[in-house]
Each structure stands twice: as C-alpha cells, then as structure tokens.
C-alpha cells in the first residue's frame, strides 16, 4: 500500500470511531436526563412538612399508654376480724377491684334459725370481683348460729344503727354502721329464710324484701329498682337446667321495720338501695343458696360489678359445698 493511501484509511477509521463516540455518548445522556425528570425532586422542608410527617407517624405507630391506665388489677381480698375475743367475734371479707365504685355490702347469718343465710354468706364472701369493692360479713351472728335460735343476746336485726358503749350485739352493729359510713358503701343485701312462699301465704320467700316504694331520704325509686332485679332473677330461674316451680319466682315484699338493718342504713348511714332477700325453707340446700348468690349476682352485675368467678361458685353450690352443716 502506498504512503498516501495508509493516510487516507488512517483518516477513514479516526472518523468512524468519533462518529460512533458522539452517538453512544448522545445515547447516555438522554439517559440520564429521564431518569432524572422521573425521579422525585427534593426541596427544603417547612414547618406544614414535618407536621404532616407527625401526624402519618402517630397514625401507624400510635404511641404505647401506660398499661395500668386500661388494664384491671386483680381482684385484692383483705380480712378483718369483728368483735374480737368475744363470742360475737366474726370476720369482714373485703373483695377490692378496681375501679373501687360500686359498693355493696352482705350481711350473712342475721339469724341463727336460718342456715342458708349462713351458707350463703359464705358462698358470697368467695366471690371475687374485677370492678367494684364488695364487703361481706358471712355469719353476722355468730351466737345465734351457734345455738340454732333466731337470737343471740336479743334481736340483731332490731338494734341498729347501735351503740358502741351497748352489749355486743349494740356494738357489732355500731361497728356495721361505722363501716358504712367510712367506706361510703351505697348498697346492702342481707340474706333470710321464710317459713313459706309468698305466693301462697304470708311468709315473704322467694323476695326481695324492703321498707318503701320510695327512698325517705334520697327520693330514688326503690320498687323500680327492686322489679328491675327481680324480673333478671327470675328469668335464671325459669332458664334453671334443673327446673323450677311458679311459686319459686320472686316478687316484691314492702313492710317498714325501725331499727331493722335497711331501714337504718337508709335512714340514717347514707345508702341509697338496701333489700332483705328470703328464701323459702322448703327449697332444698343448695338451691336456697343458689337463690340468695343468684339474687345477689344479679344485683351487681346490674350495678356494674365485673364478677370473676361466678360460675366457679355456682358450681361449688350444687356440689352442696357450702351447706355441709
């Protein structure tokens, strides 16, 4: 090949590699710039920025309350001893949940010729409760339980609201009293037996038993509330897998009686709802019991108690446990 052809095919390769140069590297830039133009611009960030970043991050990550804000401490039991050392000595069974309103207070035993009002204050001080605070005194006469006779030194169930400087009895009920006032207990049901059924004589079993249609004191509705319970107590009753009879349903028994338990706590202590509940002494044992701790159950639950263990108690009861003696 001559001198001036290498030249000119020297001249011919130089351009065709910048032609193909100039092209890929068009080809890149393009390129580049698209992905650019897709891509997000970023910009300085403003207050209405970060507070829209706030408020998307509060929405999918809420913030943790503290967990004893909302959650339910288990159900605390203290016991305190009544009258002690004398024959009158008995316990107090306090269940405490939280919140601690509502209040209510049992009265178990008031009178030795009653057992199932013993047995059931013994079932009743078992319960244990999540919401509410629930005061239970089992045998409130011990004397009396002990000798089989509705008395044990007189009447227990007519010396309220006592007398702390009276005979035992005086100052079991002054310190019944004193308990009320202190503690700001707003409801009481005391358990009793009825030598018959209301619907068929004049004994009052299978009742709420209390002194007014309307509170003296406070004007509220005492019969209103009183039918309430009793058509809910009933309903268990007829849904009772065991069966029942008409004449075991409950009704209402209205007879003022000074210086008995209700009349006193809501004459004079501050209680807004206070019921006797009778049972009628021909049911069996267990179903005695098992008609107080329904009656009783119903009216908290009404009131806004949270009951833990209620089926485990129920089940206790037709086991016969707690009317061995």
Same mark, same amino acid.
């Given at each position: 090949?001559?001198?001036?052809?290498?030249?000119?095919?020297?001249?011919?390769?130089?351009?065709?590699?910048?032609?193909?140069?100039?092209?890929?590297?068009?080809?890149?830039?393009?390129?580049?710039?698209?992905?650019?133009?897709?891509?997000?611009?970023?910009?300085?960030? +403003?207050? $209405?920025?970060?507070?829209?970043?706030?408020?998307?991050?509060?929405?999918?990550?809420?913030? @943790?309350?503290?967990?004893?804000?909302?959650?339910?401490?288990?159900?605390?039991?203290?016991?305190? +001893?009544?009258?002690?050392?004398?024959?009158?000595?008995?316990?107090?069974?306090?269940?405490?949940?939280?919140?601690?309103?509502?209040?209510?207070?049992?009265?178990?035993?008031?009178?030795? &010729?009653?057992? !199932?009002?013993?047995?059931?204050?013994? @079932?009743?001080?078992?319960?244990?409760?999540?919401?509410?605070?629930?005061?239970?005194? =089992?045998?409130?006469?011990?004397?009396?339980?002990?000798?089989?006779?509705?008395?044990?030194?007189?009447?227990?169930?007519?010396?309220?609201?006592?007398?702390?400087?009276? $005979?035992?009895?005086?100052?079991?009920?002054?310190?019944?009293?004193?308990?009320?006032?202190?503690?700001?207990?707003?409801?009481?049901?005391?358990?009793?037996?009825?030598?018959?059924?209301?619907?068929?004589?004049?004994?009052?079993?299978?009742?709420?038993?209390? &002194?007014?249609?309307?509170?003296?004191?406070?004007?509220? $509705?005492?019969?209103?509330?009183?039918?309430?319970?009793?058509?809910?107590?009933?309903?268990? #009753?007829?849904?009772?897998?065991?069966?029942?009879?008409?004449?075991?349903?409950?009704?209402?028994?209205? $007879? =003022? #009686? @000074?210086?008995?338990?209700? /009349?006193?706590?809501?004459?004079?202590?501050?209680? &807004?709802?206070?019921?006797?509940?009778?049972?009628?002494?021909?049911?069996?044992? @267990?179903?005695?019991?098992?008609?107080?701790?329904?009656?009783?159950?119903?009216?908290?639950?009404?009131?806004?108690?949270?009951? &833990?263990?209620?089926?485990?108690?129920? !089940?206790? #009861?037709?086991?016969?446990? /707690?009317?061995?003696?």
């Amino acid at each position: 090949m001559s001198r001036k052809a290498f030249l000119l095919s020297l001249v011919a390769a130089l351009f065709v590699s910048f032609l193909l140069g100039f092209t890929l590297g068009g080809l890149l830039i393009k390129g580049r710039s698209e992905q650019t133009a897709s891509a997000p611009q970023k910009k300085g960030v +403003t207050a $209405d920025d970060a507070r829209t970043a706030r408020e998307e991050s509060s929405r999918s990550e809420p913030v @943790a309350e503290p967990a004893e804000k909302h959650s339910r401490s288990a159900p605390q039991v203290e016991r305190r +001893t009544l009258l002690a050392g004398t024959d009158w000595q008995t316990d107090l069974v306090i269940v405490k949940g939280y919140p601690p309103e509502p209040k209510m207070l049992v009265l178990g035993g008031v009178h030795g &010729d009653e057992p !199932a009002a013993y047995w059931s204050g013994n @079932a009743a001080s078992e319960l244990r409760v999540s919401k509410g605070t629930l005061y239970v005194i =089992p045998h409130f006469n011990e004397v009396a339980r002990r000798k089989g006779t509705r008395e044990g030194a007189g009447d227990i169930n007519r010396k309220f609201p006592g007398n702390p400087a009276g $005979d035992p009895e005086d100052q079991l009920c002054y310190q019944v009293t004193s308990l009320i006032r202190e503690e700001g207990i707003k409801l009481v049901m005391t358990f009793h037996e009825a030598l018959g059924f209301l619907s068929e004589s004049s004994h009052p079993g299978q009742s709420l038993y209390y &002194d007014w249609h309307i509170h003296p004191v406070t004007g509220k $509705d005492l019969t209103a509330k009183a039918r309430l319970i009793i058509g809910r107590i009933n309903q268990k #009753i007829m849904a009772n897998p065991r069966g029942y009879q008409p004449r075991e349903l409950f009704d209402i028994f209205v $007879d =003022p #009686i @000074a210086t008995s338990a209700t /009349y006193e706590m809501m004459t004079k202590m501050g209680v &807004d709802y206070a019921y006797g509940c009778e049972v009628c002494k021909f049911n069996d044992k @267990a179903k005695r019991v098992w008609f107080h701790l329904t009656a009783l159950t119903t009216w908290m639950e009404e009131e806004g108690f949270v009951i &833990d263990n209620w089926p485990e108690v129920e !089940a206790r #009861i037709w086991e016969g446990r /707690y009317s061995l003696y």
